[in-house]
């Protein structure tokens, strides 16, 4: 149970009895106007949530919960720049990084304004050959050096826009595992490649260690310790660190404490979205965002997408026993989109402590997984539509896909729909009857059985542009700060990361010298002595 009002979970818990004991097959025949009354548009998206377990009442119900917890006023407050981040006394601030209550922000909005205009500077610079490699040759490659919030949104994005209009190549280089830098690295020219280390703290050790490691190649290459400044970019707050580290103060672009590592796409760490796919590609992205802020903070309740899909994840997660979440975009574009939502909605709202420093008892942020159609059909939709595990679903499609092979692009949508339609009419006793006594194999039936009614919506546009990308991300964002004053959580900390970060530098020491692996748990020091021997020199 959440932590609203004991009313409004009785209610809930008896909506949810009363529609488990239906199909969503029966809501489709008793209201024939489903799909329009559960349809919204917003900035560019379509959202059809008819395949929701839900009617008019629960959606009613739901909406009362929203009105209760003041989700407007509490959006409007984020906006404005409410120190809602309680544990780290912050503002959460990534609306105004695309113009969102600029005017009564006007002091931070004067700071963004000066950012985006370096950035462009810059990007044009890069773009038009005024600024060059170190031989003099035009940059042809540019890679990204982060991990996070400073890593999953560009790369999300690049790939989502990425065509042949492409302006440079955008690699992503992100975990400590050598083998990450090396292969990304082994195919590019040091006289030809931008890096940027992108890192708001500039302490992390991955993001360090690869920035070390890419200025190694980079010198190894030909480029000179005086030419670096020429081929290393910093994104940070930290510019003492990036100073230390060797990046002039005049290739670093700011972020700022009132930007969430995970909700930092909109800033300087997009910078490589602007230099793989434009600065008008960057403004429009921008702008998507920017109309989903203003459809957010000024469309009433009933009508608000994000605020909706906060509310279908309530239902489902807590009344109807979804376990996971599931995000299947049909899009080869959007095949990062569910690991950059792992991080906004995992490490924003996976907290079992409320705003108050209470323990929570029931389960807060959903697990998300996801992967693009078709492919996860063939894997783990057997699961999904056999298996005896509740989850709930987004399903994700661009109407148009470019110049692309028309018929491929339709069986692609017939997947889709088809999907769709199969998680919610599953296969009738009648119907896994008929069909195995049509095999003569009448024991097969409980086999052929599916049991149908897996709550999910359907969410389109016309085609993955900067602007319907930008407003789809946004739309996730705001639907994860809305669940979070459901769940009564701080969605702008992230304290369960710091465990390991701390444990992992004790434990670096100890596989440095063997000091100390003792005081280590047995199982913990027996990995640790097997790691040591096997890397004895
Ligand atoms: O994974 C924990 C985290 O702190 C994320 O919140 C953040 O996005 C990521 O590390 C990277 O942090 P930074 O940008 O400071 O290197």
Same mark, same amino acid.
């Given at each position: 149970m959440t932590e609203i009002g004991s009313e409004a979970a009785v209610a809930l818990t008896a909506a949810a009895s009363r529609l488990q004991a239906m199909t969503v097959s029966d809501l489709f025949e008793q209201d024939a106007t489903r799909v329009a009354a559960f349809s919204r548009k917003a900035a560019g998206l379509h959202l059809d949530f008819?395949?929701? %377990? +839900?009617d008019q009442d629960a959606l009613n119900t739901l909406l009362g919960v929203a009105k209760q917890f003041d989700l407007s006023g509490a959006f409007k407050q984020l906006t404005e720049g409410a120190p809602l981040n309680i544990t780290e006394r912050r &503002? &959460? !601030? @990534?609306?105004l990084l695309r113009g969102t209550a600029a005017e009564t922000l006007a002091t931070q909005y004067s700071d963004v304004r000066d950012c985006l205009a370096r950035m462009r500077l810059l990007v044009d610079a890069v773009h038009s050959g005024g600024r060059r490699g170190h031989s003099g040759s035009l940059f042809s490659d540019v890679v990204n050096i982060g991990i996070g919030g400073s890593d999953l949104g560009p790369r999300m994005v690049c790939r989502a826009l990425d065509? #042949?209009? %492409?302006r440079l190549r955008a690699h992503f280089i992100s975990n400590v595992d050598p083998h990450d830098l090396d292969t990304v690295l082994a195919d590019l020219n040091p006289a030809t490649t931008l890096i940027i280390v992108c890192s708001k703290t500039f302490t992390t050790e991955e993001t360090l260690t690869n920035a070390l490691r890419a200025r190694q190649w980079l010198t190894a290459g030909g480029v000179s310790h005086a030419a670096l400044a020429q081929h290393v970019l910093a994104v940070t707050t930290n510019l003492d660190a990036a100073a230390e580290f060797g990046i002039d103060i005049d290739q670093c672009y700011p972020m700022w404490d009132w930007v969430g590592g995970r909700y930092? !796409?909109?800033? &300087?760490?997009g910078l490589i979205i602007a230099l793989h796919s434009g600065w008008g590609a960057f403004e429009a992205l921008l702008a998507g965002a920017n109309a989903m802020d203003e459809h957010a903070l000024s469309t009433p309740y009933a009508d608000n997408m994000p605020m909706l899909l906060a509310l279908f994840e309530l239902w489902n997660t @807590?009344? +109807?026993?979804? #376990?996971t979440h599931v995000v299947l975009p049909y899009s080869q574009r959007l095949e990062k989109l569910a690991e950059f939502l792992q991080q906004l909605t995992m490490e924003s709202n996976g907290k079992r402590v409320n705003l108050e420093g209470q323990t929570i008892s029931a389960p807060t942020a959903p697990v998300l997984w996801g992967s693009a159609g078709t492919i996860g059909q063939h894997s783990y939709y057997q699961l999904l539509h056999q298996g005896n595990r509740e989850f709930s679903a987004d399903l994700i499609m661009p109407l148009t896909n470019g110049d692309v092979d028309l018929d491929a692009h339709r069986k692609l949508a017939a997947n889709a729909f088809a999907q769709s339609r199969a998680f919610m009419i599953g296969r009738s006793t009648e119907d896994a009857q008929a069909l195995a006594a049509s095999r003569q194999q009448p024991e097969l039936a409980p086999h052929f059985e599916m049991p149908g009614s897996h709550p999910h919506s359907l969410l389109w546009c016309d085609a993955i542009t900067p602007a319907t990308l930008g407003a789809l991300i946004a739309a996730y964002e705001h639907k994860t700060f809305f669940l979070s004053r459901l769940l009564n959580v701080n969605a702008f900390d992230q304290w369960g990361v710091e465990l390991g970060k701390v444990i992992g530098r004790q434990i670096r020491g100890i596989l440095e010298t063997g000091d100390g692996i003792d005081a280590l748990d047995p199982s913990t020091a027996a990995a640790a002595r097997a790691w040591i021997t096997a890397n004895r020199a």
């Open positions: 008819s395949k929701q %377990r +839900l &503002a &959460a !601030l @990534h609306t065509n #042949e209009h %492409r930092s !796409l909109w800033s &300087a760490i @807590h009344y +109807l026993g979804a #376990e």
